[in-house]
């Protein structure tokens, strides 16, 4: 869907040169389907279907986030961090007896300013989005567990509130609110990426940020742009997460396996962390495979380590797949690479 | 707290003073002695993380004796980063206090840091979590009796003659932490008796609700008629008693947790159906048989031949149904 963008933002000569990788893990996804209807009874079946689109509304709205970033050659570490830190302002203000609408527009305010943060520090004081991200996500963590929750680690919410039902309600019949809010934010990153001018923005800059700026793109305003859409996408998928499991709990952010599983999902279907190519046809296969993988390993009950492993392995794997399919030539190289 | 509650809790510490060896009818004059001999002298706690009722309840407990006695208690606070309990064990090692409090995150990762503390002439107490390393002290809940009598209750729930399909699903926090080492081998020695329980998943959480909450809607998509989860601590289990009560089967699927016992987690949880029991080891009363398990060790007490000295908490079984008691929970006062 967005692979005219994308070619479009390149060079023509580069059009041949586009990414295998997506075929490949869309492949290995199918076969996995394919060998977990087999030997697992009860995988192939609409319950079951339900369970992982459930499991990975969450996941795909971080990874909608964290695509637009990587696109824009950005990356943000600090996403799992302004999820917690997003679900806590909203959750405590709730608790404190504020109408939900009033509470998510103060939440909203609050991740946009993180967002702003971030994109400021990187554009305009031109600090690196790795350190830059990081720094703020221990800061955020920080700031909230001692400013907000005054040292606690863990919020409980109350089920009876009406976002919280909201949160957990079907808007159509087999149509939960989670699964709606990761279709929308899919929708709107698919337009965003395609349909706009800072979507066009955001290829220039991840294929050659030094022509994007030296054309006279706006791409410090760009960038702060990205980290708010990011911080955004993270509070949409803290909400989900908080009124599903009925808890805010930072260890989240310090296990660490989430972040991870995000930037899988986005490496895995094809988006390069150099940026420039990619959209939301690629998310989906990423997301497939590890919402696919994670459901048959807990299925054959796996223990958490090993699927940790697996995971891990077939990150490397995809990475060794990409390098031997695109070789480096003169343009990556000095693109750079994180 | 209510009051045969805290009688019972008397009546713990008092027998277990007695075993420590500590003259209960001591003089007013030798009371002082003992109290003047505790002043000024150094104690740290070093927490797996702070900001959980449980490990709050202890510090407030243990701050209280350190105030009566005039003893320095300081909390070092790893915020569940194993990384830094260890460099924060160090720097507390080499401080040289006279009690050190570890609360070990696995059973092997502080073992060779509280070896070594000893070896300084440190004495150490582990609170609830033990190592494989003994130590001058524990004080804390017997795991091993926790898992027989949760699995004990889960065969009476879901074994022969119940009717139900005797599958279980057992969510640890970590398969190397020692609370779901022990909980695990005692639960598992009491199902090998009974072959209709089938373990279905056991698959540890990371301590994570969401992670819980996950892994039980994927089990129960695959096992609707599922009897039992047993959750190895109630924080965690909340998310999978959520899993439960979405996807219809409250009541239906017996929810078993183990914690602290805290009225906001516990109490709360069995209140609106997350969970349907839970195995609670009292952190407040815990805090108070770590803050008289610190005085004795101030004081010089030992066990005989270097062993270690034991106080295991009583139990409470916090149930959901006609005997269910919200005096069973205790409360954690708000912060100032």
Redesign the interface.
Known sequence: MTDATANAAVPMGRKARRSLLEPIVLGVALALIVLFSTT?P?FA?L??LS?IL??ST?LVILACGMAVVVISRGLDLSQIAAMVAGATTFSTLINAGLPAAAALALAVLAMALIGFVNGWLIAFVEIPAMLATLATAMFMTGLF?FGV??????L?LP?SNPAVVFF?SDLLPGLTAPVALMIVALVVTGLVLRFSTTGRIIYGMGDNFQAARLSGLPVRNTIVFVYVYSALAALLAGLV?AS????V????V??G?LLFEVILVVVLGGIPLRGGRGGVRNLLVGAALIAVL??GM??Y?????TQDMLKGVILMAAIFVDNYLNPRDAETDTAGDL | MSNTGRNRLMGTIAAFALGACVALGATAAARADAASDMAGKKVIFVPISMGITLTEGWARRMREHAATHGYSFDVRDAAFNTGAMSELLAKAISEKPDVLVVHNPTVQLLARQIKQAQAAGIKVLQINLQSNQPSNAFVGANWTRIGTEIAQDIVKECGAGSGKSGKVAIIPGQLTAADSVMMNEAAFKVFKDHPEIKVVSNQASDWEPEKARQITATVLQQNPDLCAIFGHWDVHTIGAGNAVKDAGLSGKVLVYATGGGEQGEACKAIENGTLSAEWSYDADGQGRDAGTMIDLLLQGAAAPGGAMLIAESPLKVIKAGPDYDPSLCWKMPPKK
């Open positions: 697992i009860g079946s319950g079951n369970v459930s499991n969450s567990r929750l005054r040292g606690d680690y863990l409980i089920k957990k997460i599903a499991s009925g808890t709990d930072f260890r989240i310090t296990n396996s994670r459901n807990t299925l009950d796996f223990s958490t380590q």
